[in-house]
């Protein structure tokens, strides 16, 4: 049995994980194929509700990095909602935040981690810098911590992180040896930005939540 509390306070990298948790990264190719195949389209709406949430991010990232609840506030509420997920049937909570720290050479670059849960399924993870850009991967410990700490040990579970600029996400599967992986970077900061296929992935890892039964349109 994983302990939450001795697990997610003391994880600073996967090679803690490994050896806490006996944890592995999938060999099988087809391990985490749900961020690959049967996206499902947006419709109009959507891809409209898309087109606004990068106006919105390009507008005031002019300023500089986001701090605070600006990246939830922008881009993950939003997101979140084209995805279905702020309507039934699910559900979701925010039980507490972590604080994240990067050991640089210079300096250690301190951020904080927002999490909600969706379902109980699906774990998001926003980064949040105080100082400096934190990436995305620096968070995949600690997400996989808490994922290990799901109820729901005889199926998958899911995350995904952003640091407002880029996402990922990571399957989980929690058997006698625990496996997971993850996808490439998704960037929301060039022009040619790669939102939409967030969204796809969000809604159709909303799919495997609910047991392949598609939310309502």
């Not at 001795?6 to 090679?15: V, W």
């Not at 099988?28 to 919105?56: A, C, M, Y």
Request: contains cysteine; proline residues 6%; negative net charge.
């Amino acid at each position: 049995m994983v302990s939450t509390v001795g697990i997610t306070d003391t994880i600073k990298s996967l090679s803690d994980l490994q050896t806490r948790c006996n944890l592995h990264q999938a060999e099988d190719e087809n391990f985490f194929n749900e961020w690959l195949t049967d996206l499902p389209q947006l419709n109009s709406q959507e891809q409209s509700g898309v087109t606004r949430i990068k106006q919105r991010y390009d507008y005031h990232r002019l300023d500089g990095l986001f701090l605070e609840g600006t990246i939830n506030l922008l881009v993950v509420s939003p997101l979140l909602e084209l995805a279905g997920f702020l309507d039934s049937p699910y559900r979701i909570r925010s039980p507490y935040g972590i604080n994240l720290e990067i050991e640089e050479p210079e300096e250690t670059i301190r951020g904080f981690i927002d999490v909600l849960v969706v379902q109980e399924k699906l774990w998001i993870f926003v980064v949040e810098s105080k100082r400096n850009s934190i990436p995305v991967v620096a968070a995949i410990p600690q997400l996989l911590a808490h994922m290990l700490t799901t109820p729901h040990r005889d199926k998958s579970v899911f995350g995904m992180a952003t640091n407002g600029d880029e996402f990922i996400f990571i399957k989980l599967a929690i058997t006698n040896k625990p496996e997971y992986d993850v996808s490439r970077t998704f960037s929301l900061f060039p022009r040619r930005h790669e939102l939409a296929e967030v969204l796809q992935i969000l809604k159709r890892l909303g799919e495997s939540c609910r047991g392949g039964v598609s939310p309502p349109s």
